[in-house]
């Protein structure tokens, strides 16, 4: 049975305590429609719910809510079991069915904004040309295990392999850009110990949630930070907005390199390059 993802827009004032009661009568009706809704994401700061259900069809899935309590979602998309699991996670519930934040305890719930990163490496295809096949595939070797050994100590899920850099996700944004830091930092350490064949990256990273005006699962973030990450100068972390306001008081430095044109986006994005580098002791 199909996967669907639904957004709800929450009227001012609406609590995480009448979300958790309309998800209780989505329950108890949702098989007169044979639905069946797993989990919930709320995100009490933007008044937004997001739902998460197999159901024949988004106008089955829209019945239950109608029935059940009249709060109806703006919108509906029909996800991938696979992808839905690789951007959100292996997700913990409370016994309401909210996701949790994991290690965060019983009363943090995942407002499910994900922070999405791309790595690139710069001039793959002349690395090819100038050390030959075998040696440059060691090369994006050395790119690959600093990449995944970032990914696994700050918490962010590898989503594919593009052929010359790594699609990630986080739960948390400043974790995604801790990891960026870090890649960065080791990718500077190797360049410096093999000063004949440095390897240069460039990184992009924008947060957002999972339904969005595209119709797949984070489709606009997706596309913002692949394309933050094309527009990176050499060695740059290029983030979004969102994400530089997200990280204030985490202890991040960003520098606001004002807005940028970028391809499949009508109007220029702000954007800011992460510092990495270590001041000199």
Known sequence: MPLYMDIHNLPE???????????????EIQRKYGVEYHKYWVNEAGNKVFCLAHAPNAEAAECVHREAHGMMAEK????EPDVAEVFLGGTETNPAGAVLLPGNGPNERDPGIRTILFTDVVNSTTLTQLLGDEAALALLGVHDTIVRDALS????????????????SFVSTAGAVRCAIQIQRELDKHAQA??????KVRVGAAAGEPVEQHNDLFGCTVQLAARLCAHAQPEQILVSNAIA????GK??????????TLKGFGSPVRAHAAAWRQLPV
Do not use: Q, W, Y
């Open 76 to 79: 509906i998309i029909e996800v």
């Open 194 to 199: 093999n000063p004949e064949h440095p390897l």
């Open 251 to 260: 202890g991040l430095s960003f520098e606001d390199v004002g807005e940028v």
């Open 245 to 248: 306001e997200l990280c204030i």
């Open 13 to 27: 004032g609406t609590t995480a305590e009448d979300v958790a009661k309309a998800h209780a009568k989505d329950m």
């Open 153 to 168: 100590a700050l918490g962010g899920r590898e989503i594919k392999h593009t052929g010359d850099g790594i699609m990630a």
